[in-house]
């Protein structure tokens, strides 16, 4: 069973979740359904980004600090693919 995650970075500050979760998914044998995606905004005169992935085995949620779980149905409906399967992404998103 998959689940969603999400944590707000500031200034892109994410490339230590985008890289565990490319090992992870590599330690698993390429599951099909890891996947990180994420959207920007401005606030307070800085640049916010919100980013979402995709676990395979919700155990792996706890190796994500401060990410918390969020229900499929609380996906925003665009977002860019930072990692996974295109064919996936699309499932769930339109790409910007």
């Given at each position: ?17 985008l ?5 992870q998914?590599t ?48 996906l ?5 693919l ?12 339109k790409?910007?």
């Open positions: 069973m998959s689940i969603w995650a999400k944590r707000d970075y500031r200034d892109r500050s994410y490339s230590h979740a890289e565990q979760l490319a090992d998914d330690a698993s044998g390429k599951q099909p359904g890891m996947m990180m995606v994420g959207t920007t905004r401005l606030e307070k005169g800085q640049e916010l980004t919100t980013i979402y992935i995709r676990l395979t085995d919700p155990l792996l949620l706890v190796t994500y600090p401060d990410f918390s779980q969020v229900s499929e149905e609380s925003p409906k665009q977002a860019r930072l990692y996974g399967d295109p064919g996936e992404f699309r499932r769930f998103f790409g910007w």
